[in-house]
């Protein structure tokens, strides 16, 4: 059988001198922390932003372990995209959301653009980075479901 070396591997390799400092430190350590947001839908309509919080600049997103819920009636499908003004996809985009449920960011749905360790830029003027959430499209009001955001993301140690 053949053995196959991840890169992060390689740069630790134990026959380096002081492997550990080889990588970035962000990039193979650092404390994941998490965003918990809920937000009620009243008349989000297609092109409608959600101001979702603000994060540190700096941190990096892993939408391998984010995800949103939505609960309550979802009366009409609709497709969602979480990031920043930059990166309107960063966390994920998912679509045809049309029952409540447990939406992962890395599920078949979604597609993240922050699959590779990518730091949050501030916002102009601030030392933060505002997450948005963009109805991208719908098929009619979903007054009332709930969306709960679960935005996981690293900060250097």
């Known amino acids: 059988m053949a053995s196959y ?3 992060v591997y390689k ?11 080889l990588l970035d430190k962000d990039v193979i350590s650092g404390s994941v922390e998490y965003a918990v947001i809920s937000h009620t839908l009243t008349n989000e309509s297609a092109g409608d932003t959600i101001n979702v919080c603000l994060l540190p600049a700096g941190g990096i997103p892993v939408p391998q372990l984010s995800r949103v819920t939505f609960s309550g009636v979802m009366n009409n499908a609709f497709e969602l995209r979480v990031g920043t003004a930059a990166t309107p996809s960063g966390w ?11 939406w992962g960011c890395s599920a078949p749905a979604s597609v993240a653009q922050w699959t590779v360790a990518t730091p949050l830029v501030a916002d102009p003027g601030s030392d933060a980075a505002k997450i948005v959430a963009r109805v991208t ?9 709930v969306l709960t955001f679960l935005l996981a993301y690293k900060v250097g140690r």
């Not at 994920?92 to 447990?102: E, R, T, V």
């Open 5 to 7: 070396d991840s890169d």
């Open 11 to 21: 740069a630790q390799d134990p026959g380096r001198v002081n492997p550990s400092r």
């Open 92 to 102: 994920f985009s998912l679509q045809n959301i049309d029952q409540p449920g447990d």
């Open 137 to 145: 499209a719908t098929d009619g009001p979903n007054g009332g479901a």
